[in-house]
């Protein structure tokens, strides 16, 4: 079993930046793909970022180049740095881990764990 949780969400400005963090608890963290989600109001869950295990990453088009996954396995934490926010980045932002990539870099809704959620609102 895998507890996620998810922080550093809040209110900013367009133009700003957030990081968002997921602490993992339980089992090797290290050997699992990990990746963010997010929801916007009246829209279905969405992928938009996933780092494998070994550091590969994949972005969702709408946020490439303005966002930026990493983990650190030591500490048991996947981040998430949003640069250059824009209104439609609004929504509650999840993470997910699973040992299968396609779970992870898609938005097949798969992933074997979530995190509650954190909520970013980008004001315009």
């Known amino acids: 079993q895998v507890q996620l949780v998810e922080s550093g969400g809040g209110l900013v400005q367009a133009g700003g930046s957030l990081r968002l963090s997921c602490v993992a608890s339980g089992r090797t963290f290290s050997r699992f793909h990990l990746g963010w989600f997010r929801q916007a109001p009246g829209k279905e869950r969405e992928f938009v970022a996933a780092?494998?295990?070994?550091?590969?990453?994949y972005y969702a088009d709408s946020v490439k180049d303005r966002f930026t996954i990493s983990r650190d396995n030591a500490k048991n934490t996947v981040y998430l740095q949003m640069n250059s926010l824009e209104p439609d980045d609004t929504g509650v932002y999840y993470c997910?881990?699973?040992?299968?990539?396609?779970?992870?870099?898609?938005?097949?809704?798969?992933?074997?764990?979530w995190g509650q959620g954190t909520q970013v609102t980008v004001s315009s």
């Open positions: 997910a881990a699973d040992r299968n990539w396609n779970n992870i870099a898609s938005s097949s809704q798969e992933a074997d764990y």
């Open positions: 780092i494998s295990w070994s550091g590969d990453t």
